[in-house]
């Protein structure tokens, strides 16, 4: 039998539609690997998290680069290295100094081998909560009048945010102690 090649792909169109509209099964990644911090949200999204990776550990940056500017716009190998050299430092291992801090103040909270996990750079840089919880703590530090003159925050200030940030979890009432040294005894136990 010749079908027309038109009615073969109105036909299979229509077989496709059918199975997308078929009930699918739906797999729940999110808690997959026993990698991921306990808490809310993935990595330091949550107090939590915030005070296991500590203060965001800073980025090495190639402050050379604007030196080769055009060797970099002629030479796609040179771009190239220099790309998977900002990439190696983003992904480079840096410690958990927040729970290294931690093991220093509780008895209760043993590091493998005495030394802190450690995790890529780019996992301890600040995200959206953080920055929040940030400026409401500067934003609440200044006088009246400094608000309506806008007065912007001071380097020391911003630096003693930071730490301060670090530790919201001690601040934290739904981070009770015992709680927060149950999660870190649970770090990396397979359920």
């Known amino acids: 039998m010749n079908v027309p ?6 036909l299979l169109s229509i077989a496709l539609f059918g199975l997308g509209c ?5 797999v729940d990644m999110s808690h997959a690997g026993a990698a991921k911090f306990p808490g809310q949200g993935a990595a330091k999204a ?3 998290g915030r005070a296991l990776v500590g203060v965001a550990a800073p980025y090495p940056a190639d402050l050379s680069l604007s030196n080769n500017e055009d060797t970099l716009r002629s030479n796609m190998g040179a771009r190239r290295k220099v790309a998977w050299d900002i990439v190696m ?4 291992p840096v410690p958990l100094l927040g729970l290294a ?3 220093e103040r509780h008895e209760n909270v043993v590091l493998p081998d005495g030394d802190a996990p450690k995790i890529p750079r780019w996992q301890t840089w600040y995200g959206v909560d953080d920055f929040k919880r940030l400026f409401q703590h500067l934003y609440g530090d200044l006088t009246p009048l400094e608000r ?9 200030a911003i630096d ?10 001690e601040r934290s009432e739904r981070w009770p102690l015992e709680r927060f040294l149950r999660y870190v005894n649970a770090l ?3 359920p």
């Open 5 to 10: 090649r038109t009615i073969r792909v109105l």
């Open 148 to 156: 309506a003159q806008r007065t912007p925050f001071g380097s020391t």
């Open 101 to 103: 801090d931690a093991a």
């Open 22 to 26: 078929t009930e699918a099964k739906i």
């Open 160 to 169: 003693e945010a930071f730490e301060w940030n670090a530790a919201s979890l």
């Open 188 to 190: 990396g136990v397979c």
């Open 89 to 92: 430092r983003a992904l480079s």
């Open 46 to 48: 949550d107090s939590f």
